[in-house]
């Protein structure tokens, strides 16, 4: 899933992760899910790749607006959503042409190209959403699994626009987003639910049986679905 996709996800998300500048995360109370995206390293702020819920979770209404920042692999993306579903604007930053000459996504180059694009994503994102700072409710940001240097970009931008602007900050779990793809499209889905999770490093079949509450049915024992078609893709010559 692209960052785009990704960022639509976060509102749905707010019930979990959330605690106020300064506080440290809570006990992980759900960890079904683990693993690691494009080959990078877990996730950062507490064990990023485990669900957690807060003691009191953040709740949304339809004026919430949220900031949401990504740069878990090559893309550096930022978007405000409001009341859960409606897109106020989405921005992405593309680094394919910086990693196309090496077959795949280098973490040191993509966490240097977060840190020259981040600020600007962000900005213009608040721009094209028409609305002022002051009106974020709150900040969110993918803190795992992923590459951990690009993540760690993300979410120290995060935590201080977070405190600046006396905000929460929402970390978001990578994997937990993916599942939640399908209530963009139907958000009248009822649980349990099986989800096929297949993305860069991960390849799972997933019961999701509430909100928070996972049970891996089945993954892959080698590469993920996506590691193998780059192999492949590499091997013979088609291009990143």
């Known amino acids: 899933m692209g960052g785009v996709s990704r960022l639509r996800l976060f509102c749905v998300l707010l019930g979990r992760s959330v605690y106020a500048p300064g506080q440290s995360p809570p006990p992980c109370v759900h960890s079904s899910l683990s693993g690691t ?3 990078g390293a877990g ?3 507490g064990g990023g790749w485990r669900s957690t819920l807060h003691a009191e979770p953040l709740r949304v209404d339809e004026s919430t607006v949220v900031l949401a920042i990504e740069t878990s ?7 405000l959503v409001m009341g859960g579903h409606d897109v106020l604007s989405s921005v992405v930053s593309t680094q394919i042409d910086l990693h196309a000459q090496y077959g795949g ?10 840190l020259e694009h981040l600020n600007p994503v962000i900005a213009r994102a608040i721009v094209e959403a028409g609305i ?5 409710d709150v900040v969110a940001a993918t803190v795992g699994p992923g590459l951990i240097g690009a993540l760690l970009v993300g979410v120290s931008a995060a935590k201080s626009l977070a405190l600046t602007w006396n905000r929460p900050f929402v970390g978001v779990n990578h994997m937990e987003a993916h599942l ?3 209530f963009l499209e139907d958000p009248t889905l009822e649980f349990p639910l099986v989800v096929l999770l297949v993305s860069g490093g991960h390849t799972m079949l997933i019961e999701m049986q509430d909100h928070g509450r996972y049970r891996l049915l089945g993954q892959t024992i080698d590469d993920a ?3 193998a078609f780059d192999k492949v893709a590499r091997f013979l010559g088609l291009g990143y």
Do not use: F, K, L
């Open 132 to 136: 002022d700072e002051s009106r974020i």
């Open 180 to 182: 939640y793809a399908a």
């Open 225 to 227: 679905a996506g590691e």
């Open 105 to 114: 996504v280098v973490p040191e180059i993509a966490s240097r190209a977060h």
């Open 43 to 45: 996730g950062v702020s």
């Open 73 to 79: 692999c090559d893309e550096t993306a930022a978007a």
């Open 37 to 39: 995206e494009g080959g």
